[in-house]
């Protein structure tokens, strides 16, 4: 494993309180598995981490780590997420990985940012940001910023009054009525959105799985690939719902069987080619 520092790498001057760094990991698969983790957009949760990067890299991906900044404002999380895509794409055959073979995977506030990639990428303050940004000139910001697939777990999607995880919204945009809007995702999802595999389940008391719903049926309105799962029962904040990250009496609480969804998102991206 290696961290890198994406600011100093791009040659971007890094403020005070920034993070921005991308861990890579090993692993022989030609696929590469960005993951991004939650915590409301207040941390980055660390049981959606080593562990799913570990469970992917076991089942033939070479996994990546996000470590974003929380608690800024849109899109400072966004164009960290950003600056990792462009990484992973531009050191491709440094990374023994194929270019257009980049796959995000992520959890609760890290599956709406990752979401962000997917279906906003053409964002303007993310491609004024870009564009500031000397190393970056003169990249397709869409098309390498768009992971070319996403596996949204317990994502927050919505910012939908009593149906969304409001913490999220507030963190990125304060009381910005407008800004707040603009970041429902399931408004924004249009024919370029990246094809995703969503798992969520019913009884999260922190998530609503209102949201996922309300992707899919967006999804399906644009024409869009995607697969949905939801577990009738389970905790917020699953990950990869084992022993390794939940206390006993979590999972007894869950559906049985729900850890499975890390094989069959495995076997929704090997149906696409991944």
């Given amino acids: 494993m290696k961290k890198i ?115 906003i990428p053409d964002d303007n303050l993310l491609k004024n940001c870009v564009e500031s940004v000397p190393a970056l000139k003169g990249i397709d910001i869409d098309k390498t910023v768009r992971p070319d697939a996403m596996v949204l777990s317990y994502p927050v999607i919505t910012s939908e009054e009593n149906k969304c995880h409001f913490g999220s919204f507030y963190q990125l945009a304060g009381d910005d009525k407008r800004l707040i809007d ?45 697969s949905l799962h939801i577990f009738e029962k389970g905790k917020h904040g699953l990950s990869v719902a084992t022993n390794e990250v939940n206390e006993e009496d979590v999972l007894k609480e869950a559906s049985t069987g729900v850890s499975c969804w890390v094989d069959l998102s495995v076997n929704w991206l090997k149906d696409r080619g991944f």
């Avoid at 920034?18 to 598995?33: D, P």
């Avoid at 409301?40 to 992917?56: L, M, P, T």
Wanted: contains cysteine; hydrophobic residues 40%; positive net charge.
């Fill in 5 to 119: 520092d994406l600011y100093d790498y791009f040659k971007i001057e890094k403020k005070e309180g920034l993070e921005g760094y991308l861990t890579v990991f090993g692993g022989e698969g030609n696929t590469a598995i960005l993951v991004i983790a939650g915590g409301g957009y207040d941390h980055v949760s660390k049981r959606e981490q080593d562990s799913v990067a570990n469970a992917f890299m076991a089942r033939g991906y070479k996994p990546f780590i996000l470590h974003y900044t929380t608690k800024v404002k849109f899109p400072v999380a966004m164009f960290e997420a950003s600056l990792a895509m462009v990484y992973i794409r531009q050191n491709a055959k440094a990374l023994k990985i194929c270019e257009d073979k980049v796959v995000g995977v992520g959890f609760s506030a890290g599956g709406h940012l990752l979401g962000c990639l997917g279906i």
């Fill in 182 to 226: 603009y970041l429902s995702l399931e408004k924004r999802v249009n024919k370029s959105s990246a094809p995703c595999f969503i798992w969520h389940t019913r009884n999260d008391g922190s998530v609503p799985v209102y949201g996922s719903i309300k992707l899919a049926l967006s999804y399906e309105q644009n024409g869009l690939d995607f």
